[in-house]
């Protein structure tokens, strides 16, 4: 079983770009959460989807989208990137309690 | 959001145990109490998680206090790889709730 997988591993962008983040989930699982963790914080949740629809949301702005696919992959995507939006950005997979992390994608914004 | 409140670092000697404290004062009934690790470089990772009763697994055991105001990760003999950011977390309910992590406590595991 591979795991929770995320790609790309690193990205730059500047600022006003748009990125897309993917995540597949572990094997069996159908729900994918999304994270940013800033350096030196804890991860901050950013959404939750569940049978393709977003199921929870955390405070984050309108810019964060997200969609889960019908194989239960999931894409984050981020508009008009911002110098604050350079982050860890993780994937979580889970079919119960406990939740599978990503080794994330390193995002950075110039 | 619900809080816990952890010590912000703490130090261990590897092959001896390691007690780390949560407090969770406000805890509601039906919270319940999930511990996730941090390793350098790498996304969390899930250790244990309990409701009421103390609970072991292969990782680690938790001992939730009577009141559930409290409650603390045993890590039975540490070693150089449980060198971690420890979060301790609560959820409303034990299904696939969202994570609310806080700064979490840093473990330095001395050889």
């Known amino acids: 079983d591979a795991g929770v997988t995320q790609s790309p591993t690193h990205l730059i962008k500047t600022r006003g770009q748009q990125v897309t983040l993917r995540c597949s989930p572990k094997?069996?699982?159908?729900?994918v959460s999304w994270y940013q963790q800033a350096l030196g914080q804890g991860p901050q949740f950013i959404f939750q989807?569940?049978?393709?629809?977003?199921?929870q949301r955390g405070n984050f702005p309108d810019r964060f989208s997200g969609h889960q696919f019908p194989n239960y992959s999931s894409e984050l995507n981020v508009n008009a990137l911002l110098l604050g939006d350079s982050a860890l950005y993780l994937c979580?997979?889970?079919?119960?309690?406990?939740?599978?992390f990503g080794p994330g994608t390193r995002l950075t914004v110039l | 959001d619900a809080k816990t409140t952890q010590p912000n670092s703490m130090e261990s000697n590897e092959e001896e145990p390691v007690h780390l404290p949560c407090n969770h004062s406000?805890?509601?009934?039906?919270?319940?109490i999930h511990w996730y690790r941090q390793l350098p470089s790498q996304g969390p990772e899930y250790v244990i998680h309990?409701?009421?009763s103390n609970v072991n697994n292969r990782m680690a055991s938790l001992a939730i206090a009577e009141d559930r105001k409290s409650s603390t990760l045993i890590l039975h003999r540490a070693t150089l790889r449980d060198a971690a950011v420890y979060y301790c977390?609560?959820?409303?309910?034990?299904?696939?709730?969202?994570?609310?992590f806080g700064k979490g406590t840093k473990l330095t595991v001395n050889p």
């Open positions: 979580a997979s889970s079919f119960g309690v406990e939740q599978f």
């Open positions: 094997s069996g699982h159908d729900t």
């Open positions: 309990g409701l009421t």
């Open positions: 977390i609560r959820t409303f309910q034990g299904g696939s709730e969202k994570l609310v």
């Open positions: 989807y569940y049978e393709e629809e977003e199921r």
């Open positions: 406000t805890i509601s009934g039906t919270d319940y």
